[in-house]
């Protein structure tokens, strides 16, 4: 009799351990369904983070804009980044010919190209590069090809803005600013049209996820920023009408200021070919100016932020000189990188290098 009370309990007990296994079993089935049905729905994918770059250069002076350009050109083809677009906020069609170049020879002809109209009115040129379209090879021939014919036929730069925002998600833009501020002003300043009913400022509030600007000094400042002083206009209008829940990161003149790409070496890691629209710049202007890249600071930023500190969240304020001051606020949308030492601008050196020796595929 005990026996087989015995054997009925343990009978027993095998089946309550057998629906607890069942019911763990199940358990960890239902919590794993949640997991992947949570992470699917709110996490996003790689593409989805993935920055959508409008770039807006005043190509045609300063040769970090061209690396600047190629750094983009690495990233979208590497799957880091999708350029949308490019805007030259420098006025002259000589200067729009100088990004149709870059974008036709490093195969992104078909990208979309603005050009400011009512921009500054002859700035300060520091390397005159701007014939570089209308270089040409000893059988009299041009040596870079266009992607396009007709420059006066191009978007004023604030309605392409307008035509490219339109068409993106909310919230889903990356702005990079390496020149004036005329165009993004502009933009700013316009109104609803055919491509969106909003104004500029409701346009960028809705669809731009963050600005990054090349300018500003956060350093003890012994003068203004150049590219804010050169459109003091722009600039302060920029700073009046910028929406203040989007995020607006610097990249100063302290910030690129170690990192120099001379000459010597440039054409050296370009030793492939002449034909190459960088090189020939180089090859044919004075360059040797102490160009620094501050330009590549700001796009490398934008993609790849591991490069960089940033500073506390704070406002900037842009005063009558072109000053940027900057006072932290833990709930301000404006910071800026903090310069760096040797060590740092040696790597950003070697980025840029690696990218410049980049050959098209033939």
């Not at 009799?1 to 199940?26: D, G, P, S």
């Not at 979309?112 to 000893?138: A, C, E, H, S, T």
């Not at 002083?229 to 920029?238: L, Y």
């Not at 934008?302 to 000053?323: K, N």
Request: hydrophobic share 35%; with cysteine.
């Amino acid at each position: 009799m005990k026996k087989k009370q015995y054997l009925c309990r343990q009978i027993a007990n095998e089946r309550t351990c057998a629906m607890k296994h069942k019911y763990i079993y199940y358990l960890i089935v239902f919590c794993a369904w949640v997991l992947v049905a949570c992470t699917s729905k709110d996490e996003p994918t790689p593409s989805d983070s993935k920055p959508l770059i409008i770039l807006d250069t005043d190509i045609g002076s300063s040769t970090d804009d061209l690396f600047a350009m190629e750094m983009l050109y690495d990233y979208d083809r590497r799957g880091l980044c999708t350029l949308l677009g490019v805007i030259v906020n420098r006025e002259g069609e000589h200067c729009a010919a100088c990004a149709d170049v870059m974008n036709t020879w490093h195969g992104f002809g078909a990208l979309p190209l603005g050009l400011v109209r009512n921009g500054i009115k002859k700035p300060k040129v520091w390397i005159d590069y701007r014939q570089m379209p209308y270089y040409k090879l000893p059988d009299s021939t041009y040596m870079f090809r266009r992607s396009i014919a007709d420059y006066s036929s191009l978007p004023d730069g604030w309605e392409l803005y307008r035509k490219l925002l339109s068409q993106q998600k909310d919230h889903s833009v990356t702005i990079c600013s390496t020149g004036f501020l005329s165009c993004l002003a502009q933009l700013l300043q316009s109104e609803g049209d055919a491509y969106s009913p909003l104004n500029g400022v409701e346009l960028v509030r809705q669809k731009v996820r963050a600005v990054y600007v090349q300018g500003g000094v956060f350093s003890v400042a012994e003068e203004a920023d150049y590219n804010m002083t050169q459109e003091s206009n722009g600039a302060h209008t920029f700073f009046r009408l910028f929406p203040k829940d989007v995020d607006l990161i610097f990249s100063p003149q302290e910030s690129g200021q170690l990192v120099e790409y001379v000459p010597e070496q440039v054409i050296a890691d370009i030793s492939w070919t002449d034909v190459h629209p960088v090189k020939q710049v180089y090859m044919t202007c004075n360059c040797n100016t102490g160009q620094r890249m501050w330009d590549v600071c700001t796009v490398m930023n934008a993609v790849e932020d591991d490069y960089f500190i940033l500073s506390e969240r704070g406002t900037v304020v842009l005063t009558p000189e072109c000053f940027t001051v900057f006072t932290p606020d833990e709930k301000g949308n404006c910071r800026y990188q903090i310069q760096r030492d040797a060590m740092w601008a040696q790597q950003i050196l070697d980025k840029i290098r690696t990218v410049a020796t980049w050959r098209p595929a033939l």
